[in-house]
């Protein structure tokens, strides 16, 4: 297992086409890669839940390598020890009502898987 910057999407992309590359284009399996979202909580819940840029995240990890399996880390917003409420999550948490709300990237990822 190979861990990089998840902040990079690049660095993780020249890794798997290197893997590529260099051992027969194996299947390849990504697990807990995501990306942290620092949108103001204060905004209208449209605008939480407009999050392209994780969709755009995914993708340039992903091209023109052989991945069989991608586990986006993590389904939900939640809540870190010693940083509070993450927004992590392709389900928007509003965590005063606990009420969970899809992303744009939760129908984008559906669409994704379904190929």
Do not use: C
């Not at 009420?99 to 190929?115: D, E, H, I, N």
């Amino acid at each position: 297992m190979v861990q990089t910057d998840s902040h990079w999407p690049e660095g993780l992309q020249k890794l798997l086409e290197y893997v590529k590359d260099n051992y027969q284009n194996p299947k390849l399996y990504i697990s807990e890669n995501g990306l942290s979202d620092h949108k103001d909580n204060g905004s209208p819940l449209e605008v939480l839940l407009e999050d392209p840029y994780r969709i755009s995240f995914v993708i340039r990890h992903l091209n023109g390598v052989n991945v069989k399996g991608y586990f986006y880390w993590a389904l939900f917003d939640d809540i870190e020890w010693g940083m509070g409420f993450n927004r992590v999550g392709i389900y928007f948490v509003d965590f005063s009502r606990y009420t969970r709300y899809p992303k744009l990237s939760v129908k984008w990822f559906r669409a994704f898987l379904q190929g």
